[in-house]
């Protein structure tokens, strides 16, 4: 008979397990893409999906076939799965509780400095392979293609996002009729050719940045979530992993039934006593 949390993780782990399909499938799709923004995803979604496959099946196995090292597998990947969403959590917090925003005077938009981040982030993002691919995936976005055609008066009430604030123009104090003030040095990198901008400027990788901590502190938020679940689940997990291994009759299998074969502390003693006893009698 089926216990209620074998058939609990029986079904959650078919559902996951039929979810990994697509993932894996998406994977594979982006793999014929010669997209780099795609290409960029395409290890971590089909690693993703083969993990969900593999850990799905064999809860599923384990759950509803009372195998118990599949279980076993189950329950340890998962108390890994665990610990690494609750590290990447707290990693993530850390991470982006620092942020750049610049208010700019008479303007909607907001502008963003890069050395505002966190060491970490700052590292990353002038990485030149990193950020080459970045660049690559903003070009192929088109961001920046309604933003050079703004008129003055656009940039007055008109909303930008980091990247175009910080990829799709100079910055605002770049004061170019006056070349003898020092200036900051993005206003030396600016270029109106569409396909350089100021794409290397560090107000684009500031952008890029804010719009990383945004969606990581989001995801951060869907972690928390995710790890209540997991736990909830692992808990579970537990039971019936305990319910796999009984063996037909209720009993805890691997316990022994036989209450004597494991004696008591002092049998051995009684046992050599009686023995001489019957030596001198």
């Not at 400027?201 to 952008?207: I, L, V, Y």
């Amino acid at each position: 008979m089926y216990r209620f949390s074998n058939t609990v993780i029986g079904f959650l782990n078919l559902f996951t397990l039929l979810a990994s399909i697509p993932i894996i499938g998406a994977g594979l799709w982006m793999a014929r893409s010669s997209t780099t923004c795609e290409k960029f995803l395409q290890t971590p979604l089909l690693f993703l999906g083969f993990i969900i496959l593999i850990v799905s099946l064999a809860g599923f196995i384990g759950a509803c076939f009372h195998v118990a090292w599949a279980l076993w597998l189950y329950l340890f990947v998962m108390l890994f799965l665990i610990g690494t969403l609750m590290g990447l959590t707290v990693f993530g917090f850390v991470v982006t509780s620092q942020g750049g925003v610049v208010d700019v005077p008479g303007k909607v938009y907001k502008e963003y400095h890069l050395d505002n981040y966190s060491t970490w982030l700052k590292k990353r993002i002038k990485d030149p392979q990193y950020w080459m691919t970045i660049r690559a995936c903003i070009l192929g976005s088109k961001t920046c293609a309604t933003v050079i055609t703004w008129s003055p008066y656009d940039y007055l009430t008109k909303d930008l996002t980091p990247i175009q604030s910080g990829c799709c123009k100079p910055p605002t104090a770049c004061n170019y009729g006056l070349t003898t003030v020092s200036q900051d040095p993005d206003c030396y990198l600016w270029n109106n050719d569409p396909n350089l901008l100021c794409y290397e400027c560090d107000s684009c990788k500031a952008g890029v940045l804010e719009d990383v901590r945004r969606d990581w502190q989001k995801i951060s938020v869907l972690n928390i979530v995710m790890l209540v679940f997991l736990i909830g689940i692992y808990s579970i997990g537990c039971c019936a992993f305990q319910n796999t291994k009984r063996a037909v009759s209720d009993y805890p299998h691997g316990v022994n039934r036989m209450s004597k074969v494991r004696p008591r502390w002092d049998f051995y003693w009684w046992r050599w006593w009686h023995d001489r006893r019957r030596q001198l009698y």
